[in-house]
C-alpha cells in the first residue's frame, strides 16, 4: 500500500502535536509504502529517523518566516495566548497547504498513491486543498479534536485561558476549502465524541465516514510498570502535565490540604510540569503547610517522567478541558489508576475499572470527590491493584501498533469503497 502522508507538525524532538504526528508516521511506515509531506522546521528531527524513507520538506518563504516570528511574539506576552496564536499564525500554515497542492495535484490524479491522508494540524479548523486532487483517490482526513466547551461551573479559568477569542475560530468557515475537506473526504477520524458529533453537525457528514479514534497512543518500550508495586503503606500521587490554569495542578493541592490527617501525612504528592502556574501552586503548597509532601520537578525529559510514572501509586488529573490527554495513556500503560474530570477525550480512555471519574459541576465539587478518591483507594489497597491491572490492560489497545493496524483496517476499507464508486 503506498500512502501520502500529510503531516505538518511531525517531530520527534517536540511535545504535543508535533510528536503525534511522528508516532503517527513512524507506526505506518512500518506497515506501508509511505511518503511523508512536512514543513521544513521538521527537517532536523526527522534525518535521524529517516533510514532510507522517502520525506519531503516545504520550506516556508522569508516574508512568512518574519511573520511567524513575530505573530509568535505577539501571543506569547504572558504564557502562550493559544486561540489568538492559532489565528495569527495561520497564514504560515495556508502558504504550506497552498504548495502542497501545487507539488502533489498531478501525482495524486495520475494515481500514484493509493491513499492518502491529512494528519496535523489536529485542530479541526484546518483546510486542505489536496482534498480537490483526490476524485479517484481516497482521502482521510485526522483525526482532529477540539472544540470543547469550558463546563459552566468553570467560565473563571475560561477567562483565565482567554477562551472568549476562540470566538475566531468562525472565521474558518470562510477559509478556502474549509469545507470541502470534511465534506469530500472519504474518512473523517475523530479524537474524541464531543468533535465527532460536532462535525456530523457542522458538515451533514455520513456516519460511516466518521471515526472515532483518538490521536494519542503509546510507545510500550518507554512507558511500562515496574516489575512489582512496593507493599507499603506510603501512597505516592503524581501529576504531569503543563501548569495552566485549565489542568487544575491548584485543585489538586487544595484536595491535598483537605484529606484526612492521617491519609495526608501518609501520601507523598509529586507534581511533574512546568508553566505560568508554578509559582502560585508552590504558594499554595506553602500556604497549607505541604511542602515537605509535595515534589515540584519543573521540566523534566519524557525519560525521567516515565520513571516518576513508575514510581507512583495513582495518577491524579483534573484537568477540565482536555482534549488529548496522552499522559492519561501513559499513567495507565505504566499500571496506575488514574483520577480525571468527566470532560473531554481523557473521559473516553478511562473507564469505572481503570480510576474515576469526576462531573465537572463546580471547582469545589472537583476539589472534594478528588479528596475522597485519594481516600478510597488510600483504604482499600485491593482495589487500587484491581484498578491498577484493569488500567494495564486497557492501555494496550492504544500501543503504536495497534493503532497502526486499525488504521490499515481503514485505510484498506476506504480504498474498497472508492474503486467500488469509480467503478
Known sequence: MKVLFIIEQCNPKWASVPLV???????????????LVTHGRNREGLEPFRSGHDIIYIDESKFIRNYYRITSRISSFSGVIWPLKHALTYPAYAEFNKMVFSMFRDKIESREYDVVHALTPILPRYPHSIVNACRTTPFILGPVNGGIPYPEGFKKIARREFSALNTLRVFSKILPDYANSYKKADAVLSGSTYTKNMLQKMFDLDKERLFLFPENGIEPNQFYPKEQKDNKIILELLFVGRLVPYKGADMLIEAFYILNREVQMNCRLTIVGDGPELPRIKYLAEKYRLKSLINFTGWISQKETADYYRKADLFCFPSVREFGGAVVLEAMSCGLPCIIVDNGGIAEYTNDETGFKISPISRDSVVRKLAENIEILFND???????????????????????????????ENVIKNKRNKND
Not at 21 to 35: E, L, M, P, Q
Not at 387 to 406: N, P, Y
Open 21 to 35: 504526528g511522528f508516532n503517527f508516521y513512524k507506526s505506518i511506515r512500518s506497515f506501508a509504502d509511505t511518503t
Open 381 to 411: 489497597r485491593n482495589l487500587l491493584a484491581k484498578m491498577s491491572e484493569s488500567a494495564l490492560k486497557h492501555s494496550k489497545s492504544f500501543f503504536w501498533d495497534s493503532k497502526a493496524i486499525q488504521l490499515l483496517g481503514i485505510y
